[in-house]
């Protein structure tokens, strides 16, 4: 490399030091004289694995009920082709397979703003406006009587239902819940 440096080489002989550790202090100091850089840690890894297990326990459940009705949502085009749909709406199939791909194009376009939304105001908060507004959206799609009505109704969906998942799937546990719902559906 004739030229360049990294900016963490040594400028007279250019080897790269060892990287350093950052001490874990099992205490909370008080006094000025600690570095900014420790990290203070005052419960142990075992205790660590109990609470998440914990946490686990309890989110679980509710993510697995949501993530289900985010199915049945994404499903229940079909089950409505089954029945009077075409004719109450007074449009064809390949109609019908345009909302549908709205929708997956609302959830396409939205899943990267929703993370970001997602890391700035927290998942308390946005998942949960998610949840209610998909699921009013979802309700009111009952009473659609045309065309361009079911389409907005589709792609809102879309882009409603875009950051749920990717926001739930932090959790490695979480990944077995989405393939046994999958599953199911």
Excluded: C
């Excluded at 507004?133 to 239902?161: C, I, N």
């Amino acid at each position: 490399m004739v030229g360049r440096q990294f900016e963490f080489e040594d400028p007279k002989d250019g080897v790269v030091p060892p990287f350093e550790e950052k001490k874990v202090v099992d205490e909370v100091y008080t006094d000025n004289d600690v570095a900014s850089e420790e990290i203070v840690k005052d419960w142990d890894d075992k205790e660590e694995g109990k609470l998440r297990r914990k946490i686990d326990i309890i989110l679980i459940p509710i993510l697995a009920l949501a993530f289900f009705g985010l199915q049945i949502d994404r499903g229940n085009i079909s089950a409505a082709l089954t029945s009077t749909i075409t004719e109450d709406l007074g449009v064809t199939t390949n109609q019908i397979n345009i909302g549908t791909q709205l929708l997956s194009a609302g959830i396409v376009i939205t899943e990267i703003p929703s993370n970001i939304i997602l890391q700035r105001i927290g998942p308390q908060i946005w998942l949960s406006t998610q949840l209610v507004a998909w699921g009013l959206v979802g309700t009111f799609q009952a009473f659609v009587q045309s065309y361009p009505a079911f389409l907005a109704t589709r792609l809102l969906l879309g882009l409603l239902e875009g950051g749920f998942i990717p926001g739930l799937s932090d959790r490695p546990v979480w990944s077995v819940v989405v393939g046994l719902t999958m599953g199911l559906v």
